[in-house]
């Protein structure tokens, strides 16, 4: 197995160690022009139903390209980060069932799922080569799978779309017009090309004049999260590229991740990701994601997509780039610390039994929907029935070491980032700084 070698591998050169962990990830070169018209439309509210939310409320640098908060506040909410609350006076229809995932290195072509159950998909057997819920027609004109997975939160009544009736956007979207002519496509379409600086920009990279189409500006996007979001030059990368060697105690805990722990059978890779789905008896907090005629608030995880049983509370392995920054953490930010997610990994079924709810970051979790599955024997029976890993023992201080080696995964240039947050946008509306 990959992990048996590493502790060999760490004293005989970076050529043995990066072959160990395959071929290094891929980037596609960009268009600097693309990337820098996508990076307005990343922050640009202009694109939510009532011009309040862009991509990086929800998706923003400060917080790790995620939003600090265990289950994010869309549509309705005030305010940025931990500090978003819900608006009193425009209170969500929906509440947000999962927590929103970081964007580091889905620019990378080996990624090919796209959210916690991945219900967006590369799958050569559809046509337009993807797999969605939302139907073929919802592929055609996407230059690859990254930029489809835009159309969703813009789509959504609780993340940007708005509530219906509010705004035309939401209307449409509520009746299932989304890319039929004069649907929630061409509306929002409509709105960029109406902004001149935008129709000069979109001119220099589709052609004099060429339509704007909802698909333009979802390409554009992708190729600045491909550009901005990577994150491939950690501590980690440069040790096993022959560079300085890991500090000594995250030098032991890659040694557990690779070994003992066992944390690469999943966290494989360069990038820390086996791009599979698995069932680690993960707590289960917030509404939930269940069937609109169940009345519970479990969360079904991969079986949603696949209507297969054996996928039951299956998510998708998160890559662990940058993962120091990116909590709270698991598929409904369930735990708020990375030393607390570790150690649920080490025995997961005792974890989900002893579960302490006072560290979810979430302010308005105050429903008793949202605490039903953690007092609901059966239910949490199912769950760690259907849990995949082993108990392993360790102690104190090989967490801590463990700890230190996912630390040593974060890149600083990254984090910092390569463009930024631009201080105004072409619709003059306010951007998250």
Same mark, same amino acid.
């Given at each position: *197995?990959?992990?048996?070698?590493?502790?060999?591998?760490? $004293? &005989?050169?970076?050529? $043995?160690?990066?072959?160990?962990?395959?071929?290094?990830?891929?980037?596609?070169? *960009?268009?600097?022009?693309?990337?820098?018209?996508?990076?307005?439309?990343?922050?640009?509210?202009?694109? /939510?139903?009532?011009?309040?939310?862009?991509?990086? &409320?929800?998706?923003?640098?400060?917080?790790?390209?995620?939003?600090?908060?265990?289950?994010?506040?869309?549509? +309705?909410?005030?305010?940025?980060?931990?500090?978003?609350?819900?608006?009193? !006076?425009?209170?969500?229809?929906?509440?947000?069932?999962?927590?929103?995932?970081?964007?580091?290195?889905?620019?990378?072509?080996? #990624?090919?799922?796209?959210?916690?159950?991945?219900?967006?998909?590369?799958?050569?057997?559809?046509?337009?080569?993807?797999?969605?819920?939302?139907?073929?027609? *919802?592929?055609?004109?996407?230059?690859?799978?990254?930029?489809?997975?835009?159309?969703?939160?813009?789509?959504?009544?609780?993340?940007?779309?708005?509530? #219906?009736?509010?705004?035309?956007?939401?209307?449409?979207?509520?009746?299932?017009?989304?890319?039929?002519?004069?649907?929630?496509?061409?509306?929002?379409?409509?709105?960029?090309?109406?902004?001149?600086?935008?129709?000069?920009?979109?001119?220099?990279?589709?052609?004099?004049?060429?339509?704007?189409?909802?698909?333009?500006?979802?390409?554009?996007?992708?190729?600045? &999260?491909?550009?901005?979001?990577?994150?491939?030059?950690?501590?980690?990368?440069?040790? *096993?590229? +022959?560079?300085?060697?890991?500090?000594?105690?995250?030098?032991?805990?890659?040694?557990?991740?690779?070994?003992?722990?066992?944390?690469?059978?999943?966290?494989?890779?360069?990038?820390?990701?086996?791009?599979?789905?698995?069932?680690?008896?993960?707590?289960?907090?917030?509404?939930?994601?269940?069937?609109?005629?169940? &009345?519970?608030?479990? =969360? =079904?995880?991969?079986?949603?997509?696949?209507?297969?049983?054996?996928?039951? #509370?299956?998510?998708?392995?998160? /890559?662990?780039? !940058?993962?120091?920054?990116?909590?709270?953490?698991?598929?409904?930010?369930? #735990?708020?610390?990375?030393?607390?997610?570790?150690?649920?990994?080490?025995?997961?079924?005792?974890?989900?039994?002893?579960?302490?709810?006072?560290?979810?970051?979430?302010?308005?979790? =105050?429903?008793? =929907?949202?605490?039903?599955?953690?007092?609901?024997?059966?239910?949490?029976?199912?769950?760690?029935?259907?849990?995949?890993?082993?108990?392993?023992?360790?102690?104190?201080?090989?967490?801590?070491?463990?700890?230190?080696?996912?630390?040593?995964?974060?890149?600083?240039?990254?984090?910092?980032?390569?463009?930024?947050?631009?201080?105004?946008?072409?619709?003059?509306?306010?951007?998250?700084?």
């Amino acid at each position: *197995m990959k992990w048996m070698a590493v502790g060999a591998l760490l $004293a &005989t050169g970076a050529q $043995a160690q990066a072959q160990d962990l395959g071929p290094r990830p891929v980037f596609p070169e *960009m268009d600097p022009l693309r990337v820098q018209l996508g990076q307005l439309l990343f922050y640009d509210p202009i694109l /939510s139903g009532n011009r309040n939310i862009s991509c990086g &409320t929800c998706h923003h640098p400060r917080f790790g390209t995620s939003d600090g908060m265990s289950l994010s506040i869309g549509e +309705g909410g005030i305010g940025l980060g931990p500090d978003r609350r819900i608006d009193p !006076n425009n209170i969500p229809e929906d509440r947000l069932p999962r927590n929103a995932p970081a964007l580091w290195n889905l620019g990378a072509q080996e #990624y090919t799922s796209f959210f916690h159950d991945g219900r967006l998909e590369i799958d050569p057997d559809r046509p337009g080569g993807i797999r969605t819920p939302l139907g073929a027609e *919802m592929v055609v004109g996407f230059d690859s799978v990254l930029a489809a997975q835009a159309m969703f939160p813009v789509l959504a009544s609780d993340e940007m779309a708005g509530h #219906y009736s509010e705004n035309e956007v939401s209307q449409a979207v509520r009746l299932g017009h989304l890319s039929i002519k004069d649907g929630a496509w061409d509306k929002i379409a409509a709105r960029v090309e109406a902004i001149p600086e935008y129709r000069t920009a979109f001119d220099a990279v589709l052609g004099e004049q060429e339509p704007i189409k909802f698909t333009d500006i979802a390409n554009v996007i992708a190729d600045f &999260t491909r550009v901005e979001w990577r994150a491939d030059d950690s501590p980690f990368d440069r040790a *096993m590229m +022959g560079g300085n060697p890991l500090p000594d105690d995250a030098a032991r805990g890659q040694q557990l991740f690779y070994g003992e722990a066992g944390c690469s059978n999943c966290h494989s890779g360069w990038l820390q990701t086996d791009h599979s789905f698995h069932a680690i008896a993960m707590p289960q907090i917030g509404p939930g994601k269940s069937a609109p005629f169940e &009345t519970h608030a479990r =969360d =079904d995880g991969r079986m949603r997509v696949t209507g297969d049983l054996a996928d039951q #509370y299956k998510f998708l392995t998160p /890559s662990l780039r !940058n993962v120091s920054v990116t909590g709270p953490y698991g598929h409904n930010g369930a #735990y708020a610390s990375l030393e607390a997610v570790v150690r649920h990994h080490l025995d997961p079924i005792v974890s989900l039994h002893a579960y302490d709810p006072t560290q979810v970051l979430f302010h308005q979790i =105050d429903d008793a =929907d949202d605490w039903r599955v953690v007092g609901d024997k059966d239910e949490l029976a199912r769950i760690a029935e259907a849990n995949e890993l082993q108990p392993i023992g360790l102690s104190d201080g090989a967490v801590t070491d463990l700890v230190a080696f996912l630390h040593s995964l974060t890149d600083a240039t990254a984090i910092k980032g390569r463009l930024g947050v631009p201080m105004k946008v072409p619709s003059g509306l306010p951007v998250d700084q």
